[in-house]
C-alpha cells in the first residue's frame, strides 16, 4: 500500500493547521481582552470605592454619639450603634418629616410641570413650522447664559407683589420652565422621522394627535432622563428656598438639615448625618426605578 492510502481515521486526527492557528489566534485574543478588562476594571472599582467613603462615613457617623464623630483613628463599624438618631431626627422636637413633605411636593410638582412645558416647547421648536422660529428658539436659549443669582432679586420683588412669597409656589413655578429641558426635547424630536407625521397628516390627525399618540411614546426614555434630572435638582435645591421660605413650616429638606444643633449651636454631626442619609433614599429609589431608561436615553443622545 502507498504512503497516500490512508485511513480515514488516521487523516481525521487532530486539526489542520489552518484551524490550530485559528483557534490559538482566537484564544489569544480573548485572553489580551481578558487583561484589558482587569487593566480598567481595577482602576474603577478603585475609584467608585473612593467616591463612596463619604457616604461609608455619613452612615457610620450617623450611628454614633457627638463625642465619638471625629475621633481619630476613626471607627467605622460602631461598637453601640445609636438608632436613636433615626428616631430622633423622625419624630423628635426637629423632625424632618414637614420638611421632607414639603420637597416631595415641591420635587413631583415641578417635575410635572418641567415635563409638560419641555416637551410641548420641544415638539414646537422641532417639528411646527412658524415664521422666526430658529430666532426665537436661539434667543429662548441664550437666557441660559444669565447667572441664575441675578435673578434672584427681580423674582423675589416680583413674587411678593403677587402674594406668593413665603409659599411653596415660589419654589414650583420657576422649576417648571427650564431651557435644559426644552433643548433636550427639541433635540430628540428633531432626531425623529417625519415621515411619521406625513403619514399621520394623510389620515387625517391633528398636530396634537401627532404628536401624544406617535413622538411622545417615543420619547420616554428621554422623558425619564429628564424627569430625574429635575427631581435632583429640585430635591436638592438649597438657595431657591434660602430666598423665598422664611417659614420654617415651609422649609424644604435641605432648610431642614440645618436644624439640628447642640447646646453650643454648632452642628450636632450624629443627628446631621441621620438626617443627610434619610435624605438621599428618595434620590436612590428614582434612580433604581429610571435607571434603565435613563441609560438608553443617554446611550441614544450619543448615539445620535
Not at 83 to 105: D, K, Q
Not at 232 to 250: K, M
Not at 257 to 268: C, H, K, P, Q, R
Amino acid at each position: 500500500m502507498t504512503d497516500t492510502a490512508r485511513s480515514p481515521g488516521i487523516a481525521s486526527a487532530g486539526p489542520t493547521p489552518p484551524q490550530a492557528t485559528f483557534e490559538a489566534r482566537g484564544a489569544q485574543h480573548r485572553r489580551r481582552r481578558r487583561i484589558r478588562r482587569l487593566a480598567w476594571g481595577i482602576p474603577l472599582w478603585i475609584l467608585a470605592l473612593l467616591f463612596l467613603l463619604p457616604f461609608a462615613w455619613m452612615i457610620s457617623t450617623s450611628l454614633k454619639p457627638d463625642s465619638e464623630a471625629f475621633l481619630i483613628p476613626m471607627q467605622w463599624v460602631p461598637d453601640q450603634p445609636r438608632w436613636e438618631n433615626y428616631r430622633e431626627v423622625l419624630f423628635g422636637e426637629a423632625s424632618i418629616l414637614p420638611a421632607f413633605l414639603n420637597s416631595v411636593i415641591v420635587a413631583v410638582l415641578r417635575v410635572l410641570g418641567e415635563l409638560a412645558t419641555a416637551t410641548l416647547a420641544g415638539y414646537s421648536f422641532a417639528k411646527l413650522r412658524f415664521p422666526g422660529r430658529t430666532k426665537v428658539f436661539i434667543a429662548y436659549l441664550a437666557t441660559s447664559l444669565i447667572p441664575a443669582q441675578l435673578l434672584l432679586v427681580p423674582r423675589f420683588v416680583y413674587f411678593q407683589q403677587l402674594g406668593l412669597y413665603d409659599t411653596l409656589w415660589a419654589l414650583i413655578l420657576p422649576g417648571m420652565f427650564t431651557v435644559l429641558g426644552t433643548f433636550l426635547m427639541r433635540q430628540y424630536f428633531i432626531s425623529q422621522p417625519d415621515e411619521f407625521a406625513e403619514a399621520a397628516r394623510l389620515d387625517g390627525a391633528g398636530e396634537f394627535q401627532i404628536f401624544f399618540r406617535i413622538y411622545l411614546p417615543n420619547a420616554i426614555p428621554m422623558i425619564s432622563a429628564l424627569a430625574i434630572l429635575t427631581f435632583v435638582w429640585s430635591w436638592n435645591d438649597y438657595e431657591t428656598p434660602l430666598v423665598f421660605i422664611s417659614d420654617p413650616a415651609r422649609f424644604t429638606l435641605p432648610l431642614g438639615l440645618t436644624n439640628f444643633v447642640d447646646e453650643t449651636g454648632a452642628m450636632a454631626p450624629g443627628l446631621s448625618m441621620a438626617a443627610a442619609v434619610i435624605s438621599i433614599i428618595p434620590i436612590l429609589l428614582v434612580f433604581l426605578i429610571f435607571q434603565r431608561r435613563f441609560i438608553r436615553a443617554m446611550t441614544e443622545s450619543a448615539l445620535k
